[in-house]
C-alpha cells in the first residue's frame, strides 16, 4: 500500500519565527515527523528553530541546526543520502527551499524523491501568471488583470475588467502608485500618477468588500478528496487572511454557496494535482454566487493549523501519510479511533480565530490593516454561540481586553467612522463603541462591509451590555439576564463592572462576588468534547472546551489527586512565543511519564501543546483566572503548574493562592516579591546583592531630582504609555523632556520608574532550577550585545566564551542566594550586568525564560524535564559537572519581520522587537555565530559593505573589523564622518552622501536602490534630528531592498569576523547528536 | 424582543429538555433524529424524506441566512426541496432571530409559524444527540404547557403514502423519457435529470407505470420503512423484466433491494449529515456524501446476481446496489446532494448514459 523504499526521509522545518510564518509549523513539523516515526522511516529534520518541540529528541531522529537554504540542504542530502524529502511542512521556507533545489537538479541528481505534492504543482500555483492559466484550463475565475505599459491600454483594459479598478504600479514598494478607481476621471489621474513610479501598471478588477472564505482541501493518491474545514472572514476582503477575524465553519453561506465552493476547491486540486493537503482562499460576491479564487497554497500554512485545531482533524499528520502513499480510507480517525480518515468533520461548536498585534512595539509604523500581514500571533476562542466565542477570543488576545463591551474607559475612540471605514488593529472596539454611539447594523455594515449577521450578534452582545448596566446590584440581577449574559461569553468582570460598577480596585473581590453569586444559583460552565463527528459517534477524544450553551458534562472527573494541571502561554506575542510552548510540552510530557495525567489549558492553535496527542486532557479555553478556577473546581488536581507559559500564568499566581489552588513549585508569595519591583529591591539591599538605583516617581520634579542624582543615561518606564512612549533610555535632558511630554500623564496612579542605565557593560543571563531554595541545576550565558538591546533582541552564546571565571562564580553565588532567600522551587532566570566585574541584578522571573530550550539543547539536558520533577518531588538526574566545559558552543540570533511592518524603524533598543529566534552549534564561537545569522537572513557579503558607524564608541569598536574587511579585499563605503574616521586610521573607504543630500552623489539611497550593497552596518546614533532621520532612511531603505541589515556594531563586529573567517564550505555539516554524544 | 415561550421536548424515556419556541405554537408527536449538517436548513425541512420526525441540528447557530423565496423555475422551487417544510418539528441550540443573506425573504421563524411547524431553541442539542446515539432513534414530543399531548410513531404509518404525489405530472422537455417513482422524492433529483435533457414523468408511489412511455425508471427517496411500501416493490419487479435502466436513491436503493428479494432493516440512529464516507466496491475510490436515512439493506441477502456498489466507510453498512449484469442500480446517500457535497453527481450521468445505451440496442 505504501512505498516501502522510503527508508529515509527529511523534513524541512520553516526556521525562525516570523509575521506570516510563525508557530504553525512546529505543529505541521512535528505532526508528520510523528506520522513517519510511525512507520518506522528514519527522519532527519533540518531547522535552526532550536526552541520549537520538532527539535527535540523524540520527535526526529537527527535534528541539524542548520539554515534552510539550499546549499545546506544540499550538504546534508550528500551526507545523509535520503531516499525523500517533505517540503510541504515548514511553509514558505521549505517550499521555496525544496523548490530551488528542484530547479538546480539536486533532488534528482541525488535521488530523492519528493513525497506528496510534487514540486512542479507547487511552482505552478506560486507563479501568479501560470496559477491563473491553470485555473483558466477548467473554467474557474480568478481576478481579471491586465498589465498596461500606458494610458490608452489602461482605458482599454478597464473596457475589459470593467469598474471598479485597482490600479497597481509595478515594481514599486509600499503599495506606492496604487488605489482605486471608480470611473474614467479617477483612472486618468491615478494612472498618470502611477506611470511616473513605474513603466508598467496592473488594472485589477476590484473585489474588495466581497466575503473571504477559505477552505482546507485533502487528496489522496487515488485521487480522493475532502475538504476537512471551510472558514468565513469576519473581514471582508481588503484585510489579509492573517489580520482578520475568522471563524469556523462559515456562518453566513448557504448550502449552495458552500457546496459550490467546495465542489471547485476539489476541481482545482484534483487538477493541480496535489497529494497531500492545500488551501484555497476565494472572495465571494454578497450579493450573488460570483466568486474569484484569490489564492492556492499548495502546503501546510497558517489556516490548516487552525483548521485543524478547529475540527480536532490532524490535517499534517494525515497529509504526511497521504505522502507515504496511503489513501484516505486506510487511515484511522485518530479521535474517534472507529472511523476513518475519510470524512469530513462536523462540527458542533463555532470556532473564531483572532489575531494578536504588537504594533506598540515599532515606532513608526503604520497600524492600518490592509494585504500584508502584520500580527505575531493568533489565538482560537470555541463556543456554542459567536456571542460566546467572540467574547472569550477578545479576552484571549490578551491586550488587556475583557471582550467585546465593558473595556476601561481609555479605550474610547474618537474617529469611529474613520476607524470603521480605514481599519486599525482596533476596529473590534470602533464598533462597539460605534454601538454606544447609536449607530445602527446598517450603518456600521456600510462602512465596515462586515456582513450584517455578524454585527447583529455583535449588537446582542450590547445590548445585554446596556441590561446589565441597568442593573445596580446581583440581588436584582434577574437570573435569566445573568445566564443569558454568560451564554453570551460575559466573564465575571465584565458582570461585576457593569452590574456592581466595581471600580479598579474593588474588582478583583467583586468578581468573587460575581462567582459566588452565579455558582449558589447553578450557572455553571459544561465541558464539551471536539470529537470531529458533532456526538454521531462515541469518540475517545481529550480535546475540550467550556461553554454556557449546555447543561451537561461530556466527561467525568476522577478527582483523585493524580492528576496536574499545567497553563500555557497563550497567543504568541513579541516577547512570548514557541520558546514557551516547548516548556509546556516539556512539563506535560515529564508529568505524565512521573504517573500523573497531564491536563493543558491553552488557545493557542499554532502550538504542539494544543496537539490531540500531548497531554492527557486538552482544555482549549481562556487563562483567565475565573475560567481556570472553573477548571480546576472540576477537576480538583494535585497541582497547577504555572511557571511555564511565561507571563500569563505567572500572573495568576497571586489570585489563585488566595482561592488556595495549590500551585506546585515556587510558593505564589515569593513569585510575588520577585515579580513586584520594591519587594524584590528590597531583598537585594537584604542580601547586598547590587542592582542599578532605580526609583518609582510620581511627579516630574522628583524625575529631575532623581536624574540628577544618577546621572544621564536613564531607562524610564511609564506604568501608563501613550503610543509612541514606551520604556526607553535618554541620554541629555532634551530627550527627557520630549519623552516625558509624550508620557504626559504621572501621578501616583501612574507612577514612572526610572532607572540608572549603565553603558558598556555586558549582560549575562542565567537559567536555573532550585529545589527548595538549593541549586539544583544552572546554565549562564552571556549577550554579544552590550546592555541596553532587550534579551528578547539580544544575541546570546553559551556556554559563555568572554566572561571571567570570577564572574561566574559570582553569579553563581548570587543565583544560590536568591535561591534560598525566595525558597525556589523548579525553573527561574536571572539577567545582570558585568561591568569589570562589578554585577547588578537586572531582573529574576521565578519562571522558565525564553532562553530554556536553547541551554537545555546545546546541554542535551533538559532543565524543563529537573524543573517538573522537582515540582512533583519525583526523583531527579543530577547533572553532570563536566556538562558544563562544552567543546561546542551555541549561539542564539534573534530574527526580524520589519520588512513585514512598513515604515517600522528597524532599531533595536530596551523594549523587544524580534519575532523568533534560532539556535547554531559551532565548533567555535565564530562558526556558530555565522551559522545562526545565516539562519536568520544575513548572507555572507560578495563585495559591498556600507558603513555608517554612529557614535564615536562604536566608530572604534569597528575599526579592526573594517580593517580585516579591507584585508580581505570587501568593497567600504561609508557616511561622512565614518569615512573621515576610517581614512584618518589608514583604511581606505569610498564617501556615500547622505540620503538627504539628494543633489550629491554618489548618494547612499541610490547605492542601496540599486542593490550596490551588499550589507548595511547603520549604528543609530541620538544628537541632532537630522542624524535621526538620514539613520532612519537608511536602514528603513535597507530593509525594503532587502539588504542585510546591522545596527549593532558588537554584533557587526562578531558577524564580519566570522565570515572573515569562515567561507560557508568551512561550515561544518553536523547533526545534534554528533555535537552531544 | 417579545416574550418567548417556554416550552418542553419529552422523550419516550422520560427525558426532558426545556428550551424557547421560535415557531408555531402548537403540541407535536413523532420520532426524534439528529442531523449534523452544517448548512442546508432550508432543504433539509424540505425534503420528504423527514416526514413524520422532530429533527435536532447537532450545529448549534441555525437561521443564520434566513430563508429564500419560493421562486418557481421549470415548474419547481428554486430552493426548496419540495412544496412544503415536511418535518414535524426543529430542535437548536442557538436561534438567530436576525439574518442575513442576498437572497433571504424571511427569517427561518416566521417560515416555521407559516407552515405551522414548531421550533425551539436553548436547548443542549449535543447532550440530546447523545441520548439519541446510545438509545438510537426515540419517540418524542414537543409540548407547550396548555397542550398535552401523546407520542406518535410514524413509522407504524405508511409515510410514503403521504409524502408522495397524487397525480402524474411530468418536467421538463429533454429526449430521454424518465419515470420517477415518487415516494416523497427532492426537487434536486428532478433537476438533475432535467439537466440531463430528460423528460420527467413524476408518479405516485404506487402507479402502475408499465403503461407509460418511457426509457429508464428513477427510483425517489421517501420517509419511512421500505417494507410497507409492497405496491412500489410490485411495480419494479415487473419492470425490471423489461431491463430498462434503473436508478434508485436513499429509499430507492432499499425499494430496489427488496424488489430483487434483499432484505432491510432499520439502523440504531441512521444516518443524517454530509459528511458520511462511501468506497465504491472493489476500488479506492471513496467519496463524501449527503445522507438522511433510518434503515438500510442487508448485504448478505442479496441475490447471487446482484452485489454492493458501494459501502460506508465508517459502518460497513450498505451504501448502493447494482445488477452485475442489467443496468440496474442504485444508492443510499444522495448525489442530488441539495443538502450536501456534489461529489458523487456523477452518477445521474452513469444513469443516463445507460438509459442512451439501452435506446440505442433497442433500435
Known amino acids: ?1077 | 424582543m417579545t416574550q418567548l415561550r417556554k416550552v418542553r421536548l419529552i422523550l419516550e424515556d422520560g427525558t426532558s429538555f426545556e428550551g424557547k419556541s421560535f415557531g408555531y405554537e402548537r403540541s407535536v408527536a413523532g420520532e426524534v433524529v439528529f442531523y449534523t449538517a452544517m448548512t442546508g436548513y432550508p432543504e433539509s425541512l424540505t425534503d420528504p424524506s423527514y416526514t413524520g420526525q422532530i429533527l435536532v441540528s447537532t450545529f448549534p447557530l441555525i437561521g443564520n441566512y434566513g430563508v429564500p423565496s419560493d421562486s418557481k423555475e421549470q415548474g419547481l422551487s428554486a430552493f426548496y426541496e419540495s412544496d412544503k417544510i415536511h418535518i414535524t418539528g426543529l430542535i437548536v441550540s442557538d436561534y438567530s432571530f436576525e439574518y442575513s443573506h442576498w437572497n433571504a425573504i424571511k427569517s427561518l421563524g416566521d417560515w416555521l409559524k407559516e407552515h405551522k411547524i414548531p421550533g425551539l431553541f436553548g436547548i443542549d442539542t449535543r447532550a440530546l444527540t447523545k441520548i439519541i446515539r446510545v438509545k438510537g432513534s426515540l419517540l418524542g414530543k414537543i409540548e407547550f404547557e396548555d397542550e398535552v399531548i401523546d407520542f406518535y410513531d410514524p413509522n407504524q404509518e405508511n409515510l410514503v403514502a403521504i409524502a408522495s404525489t397524487d397525480k402524474v405530472e411530468v418536467y421538463g422537455t429533454g429526449e430521454h423519457r424518465i419515470v420517477l417513482v415518487d415516494c416523497g422524492v427532492k426537487y434536486n433529483i428532478i433537476r438533475c435529470l432535467m439537466n440531463r435533457n430528460a423528460t420527467v414523468i413524476v408518479v405516485p408511489w404506487d402507479y402502475d407505470f408499465s403503461g407509460e412511455d418511457f426509457d429508464g425508471i428513477f427510483l425517489s427517496n421517501g420517509p419511512g420503512d421500505p417494507a410497507l411500501c409492497d405496491a412500489t416493490v410490485e411495480n419494479i419487479r415487473k419492470t425490471m423484466l423489461a431491463e430498462k435502466p434503473i436508478m434508485g436513491i436513499c429509499l430507492g436503493n432499499q425499494l430496489l433491494a427488496r424488489a430483487a428479494g434483499a432484505e432491510t432493516y432499520k439502523l440504531k440512529f441512521g444516518h443524517r449529515s454530509h459528511n458520511q464516507p462511501v468506497l465504491l466496491q472493489g476500488t479506492d475510490r471513496c467519496f463524501i456524501t449527503s445522507q438522511n436515512h433510518g434503515f438500510a439493506v442487508d448485504t448478505k441477502t442479496l441475490p447471487s446476481d446482484w452485489e454492493p456498489l458501494f459501502t460506508n466507510v465508517n459502518d460497513q453498512t450498505n451504501e448502493g446496489i447494482r445488477h452485475k449484469t442489467k443496468p440496474f442500480f442504485s444508492t443510499q446517500f444522495h448525489p442530488e446532494a441539495a443538502s450536501g457535497p456534489v461529489d458523487t453527481e456523477f452518477l445521474f450521468d452513469d444513469f443516463m448514459n445507460n438509459v442512451i445505451e439501452y435506446k440505442k440496442t433497442k433500435k
Open chain 1, 1 to 1077: 500500500m505504501i512505498n516501502k523504499d522510503i527508508k529515509k526521509v527529511i523534513v524541512l522545518g520553516s526556521g525562525a519565527l516570523k509575521i506570516g510564518e510563525a508557530g504553525e509549523f512546529d505543529y505541521s513539523g512535528s505532526q508528520a515527523l510523528k506520522a513517519l516515526k510511525e512507520e518506522n522511516i528514519h527522519t532527519i529534520l533540518i531547522n535552526p528553530n532550536i526552541a520549537t518541540i520538532q527539535t527535540s529528541e523524540d520527535i526526529a531522529d537527527r535534528i541539524y541546526f542548520l539554515p534552510v537554504t539550499p546549499f545546506f540542504v544540499e550538504q546534508v542530502i550528500i551526507k545523509e543520502k535520503p531516499d525523500g524529502i517533505l517540503l510541504a511542512f515548514g511553509g514558505q521556507t521549505a517550499l521555496n527551499c525544496g523548490v530551488a533545489l528542484f530547479r538546480k537538479g539536486i533532488l534528482e541528481k541525488y535521488n530523492v524523491k519528493v513525497l506528496g505534492t510534487p514540486v512542479q504543482s507547487i511552482i505552478d500555483t506560486e507563479d501568479r501568471e501560470i496559477f491563473a492559466g491553470k485555473l483558466g484550463e477548467i473554467e474557474v475565475k480568478t481576478p481579471r488583470s491586465i498589465a498596461c505599459l500606458n494610458m490608452e491600454e489602461a482605458f482599454a483594459a478597464v473596457k475589459i475588467v470593467g469598474y471598479p479598478i485597482i490600479i497597481r504600479a509595478a515594481y514599486t514598494l509600499g503599495g506606492l502608485g496604487s488605489g482605486f478607481c471608480a470611473n474614467d476621471q479617477e483612472l486618468e489621474s491615478l494612472a498618470s500618477k502611477a506611470f511616473t513610479y513605474s513603466p508598467q501598471i496592473l488594472v485589477e478588477e476590484s473585489i474588495k468588500g466581497w466575503k473571504e472564505v477559505e477552505y482546507e482541501v485533502v487528496r489522496d493518491r487515488f485521487n480522493n478528496c475532502i475538504t476537512v474545514c471551510n472558514m468565513e472572514n469576519f473581514d471582508p476582503l481588503g484585510i489579509h487572511t492573517g489580520e482578520s477575524i475568522v471563524v469556523a465553519p462559515s456562518q453566513t453561506l448557504s448550502n449552495s454557496e458552500y457546496h459550490k465552493l467546495r465542489a471547485l476547491a476539489i476541481k482545482i486540486i484534483r487538477h493541480i494535482g496535489i497529494v497531500g493537503e492545500c488551501n484555497v482562499q476565494y472572495a465571494l460576491d454578497p450579493h450573488s454566487e460570483d466568486y474569484r479564487v484569490i489564492e492556492v497554497n499548495a502546503r501546510l500554512s497558517r489556516s490548516s493549523a487552525l483548521a485543524s485545531k478547529a475540527t480536532g482533524y490532524p490535517l499534517a499528520f494525515v497529509a504526511a501519510k497521504l505522502g507515504l502513499g496511503y489513501g484516505l480510507h486506510q487511515l484511522n480517525n485518530q479521535v474517534t479511533k472507529v472511523t476513518t480518515a475519510a470524512f469530513e468533520p462536523a462540527l458542533d461548536y463555532i470556532v473564531c480565530k483572532i489575531p494578536r498585534w504588537d504594533l506598540n512595539k515599532f515606532t513608526g509604523v503604520s497600524k492600518n490593516l490592509g494585504s500584508s500581514m502584520k500580527s505575531v500571533g493568533e489565538i482560537m476562542s470555541i463556543g456554542r454561540s459567536f456571542e460566546e466565542a467572540i467574547q472569550k477570543g477578545i479576552r484571549m488576545v490578551g491586550i488587556g481586553m475583557h471582550g467585546f463591551v465593558a473595556n476601561k474607559e481609555e479605550i474610547t475612540i474618537e474617529q469611529i467612522d474613520e476607524e470603521l471605514s480605514n481599519p486599525t488593529d482596533r476596529r473590534i472596539f470602533a464598533i462597539a463603541e460605534a454601538f454606544n454611539k447609536n449607530y445602527t447594523v446598517d450603518e456600521i455594515y456600510e462602512k465596515t462591509k462586515i456582513d450584517r449577521w455578524f454585527l447583529q450578534k455583535l449588537q446582542n452582545i450590547h445590548i445585554s451590555k446596556n441590561k446589565l448596566e441597568a442593573v445596580n446590584s446581583l440581588q436584582s440581577l434577574p437570573d435569566s439576564l445573568l445566564l443569558q449574559a454568560k451564554k453570551e461569553g460575559y466573564s465575571d468582570f465584565q458582570i461585576a463592572r457593569l452590574v456592581l460598577k466595581s471600580s479598579n480596585k474593588e474588582i478583583n473581590d467583586d468578581l468573587l462576588k460575581v462567582r459566588e453569586w452565579r455558582k449558589s444559583k447553578n450557572i455553571l460552565p459544561s465541558v464539551k468534547q471536539i470529537d470531529t463527528l458533532a456526538g454521531e459517534y462515541p469518540a475517545q477524544t481529550n480535546y475540550l472546551y467550556l461553554t454556557y450553551n449546555g447543561n451537561e458534562h461530556d466527561i467525568e472527573f476522577p478527582r483523585d489527586d493524580k492528576s496536574v494541571i499545567v497553563l500555557g502561554s497563550g497567543a504568541y506575542r513579541i516577547g512570548s512565543s514557541v520558546e514557551f510552548d516547548w516548556c509546556s510540552v516539556n512539563a506535560i510530557t515529564t508529568i505524565h511519564k512521573e504517573n500523573y495525567r497531564s491536563i493543558m489549558i491553552n488557545y493557542n492553535p499554532e502550538t504542539v501543546s494544543t496537539d490531540y496527542d500531548t497531554c492527557d486532557r486538552l482544555y482549549f479555553d481562556e487563562l483567565t483566572f475565573e475560567r481556570v478556577m472553573d477548571i480546576v473546581d472540576l477537576e480538583a488536581p494535585k497541582g497547577v503548574v504555572l511557571s511555564m507559559g511565561g507571563q500569563i500564568p505567572n500572573n495568576l499566581a497571586m489570585k489563585l493562592h488566595r482561592q488556595q489552588v495549590p500551585i506546585l513549585g515556587t510558593s505564589p508569595l515569593n513569585i510575588d516579591r520577585a515579580e513586584d519591583r520594591k519587594k524584590f529591591s528590597s531583598l537585594l539591599d537584604t542580601l547586598k546583592i547590587d542592582q542599578p538605583r532605580w526609583s518609582e516617581l510620581t511627579s516630574i520634579d522628583d524625575i529631575y531630582r532623581f536624574v540628577d542624582e544618577v546621572g544621564f543615561p536613564v531607562l524610564i518606564r511609564p506604568s501608563y504609555v501613550l503610543s509612541g512612549a514606551a520604556m526607553n533610555v535618554v541620554s541629555n535632558r532634551d530627550q527627557l523632556e520630549h519623552f516625558l511630554n509624550l508620557a504626559a500623564n504621572v501621578s501616583k496612579e501612574h507612577p514612572v520608574v526610572v532607572s540608572e542605565f549603565i553603558e558598556q557593560a555586558k549582560e549575562i543571563e542565567i537559567d536555573a532550577v532550585a529545589k527548595n531554595g538549593e541549586l539544583v541545576a544552572y546554565a549562564i550565558s552571556e549577550h554579544v550585545e552590550f546592555a541596553g538591546v532587550h534579551s528578547g533582541d539580544a544575541t546570546i552564546v553559551f556556554p559563555p566564551q568572554k566572561l571571567y571565571i570570577e564572574t561566574i562564580r559570582r553569579i553563581k553565588k548570587i543565583a544560590r542566594q536568591i535561591a534560598k532567600a525566595l525558597e525556589i522551587t523548579g525553573p527561574f532566570n536571572m539577567q545582570l550586568l558585568a561591568k569589570d566585574n562589578d554585577i547588578k541584578v537586572i531582573e529574576c522571573n521565578l519562571r522558565a525564560s525564553r532562553s530554556f530550550p536553547f541551554v537545555s539543547k546545546v546541554m542535551k539536558y533538559n532543565l524543563i524535564e529537573i524543573a517538573t520533577q522537582v515540582m512533583l518531588d519525583a526523583p531527579y538526574r543530577q547533572p553532570d559537572k563536566s556538562l558544563f566545559e562544552l567543546d561546542y558552543v551555541g549561539v542564539k540570533a534573534p530574527q526580524f519581520s520589519f520588512a513585514r511592518l512598513l515604515n517600522a524603524d528597524p532599531v533595536l533598543g530596551v523594549d523587544m522587537s524580534s519575532t523568533g529566534e534560532v539556535g547554531c552549534i559551532g565548533e567555535t564561537y565564530y562558526e556558530a555565530i555565522l551559522k545562526s545569522m545565516l539562519s536568520v537572513g544575513y548572507t555572507i557579503p560578495k563585495k559591498n559593505i556600507l558603513i555608517s558607524s554612529g557614535p564615536a564608541r562604536s566608530k572604534i569598536e569597528l575599526l579592526q573589523s573594517a580593517q580585516l574587511l579591507a584585508d580581505r579585499g570587501f568593497n567600504l563605503y561609508a557616511t561622512g564622518g565614518t569615512q573621515k574616521f576610517l581614512a584618518e586610521n589608514g583604511i581606505e573607504s569610498t564617501r556615500l552622501f547622505w540620503p538627504d543630500e539628494t543633489d550629491k552623489h554618489p548618494n547612499t539611497l541610490e547605492y542601496i536602490k540599486d542593490k550596490k550593497i551588499d550589507l548595511v552596518i547603520n549604528i543609530p546614533k541620538d544628537h541632532t534630528s537630522r542624524e535621526i532621520s538620514n539613520g532612519y532612511t537608511i536602514r528603513r531603505s535597507a530593509i525594503d531592498y532587502s539588504i542585510p541589515l546591522i545596527t549593532n556594531a558588537r554584533l557587526a563586529s562578531a558577524f564580519i569576523y566570522a565570515f572573515c573567517k569562515y567561507e560557508i564550505e568551512d561550515l561544518s555539516i553536523k547533526s545534534w547528536d554528533e555535537y552531544t554524544d
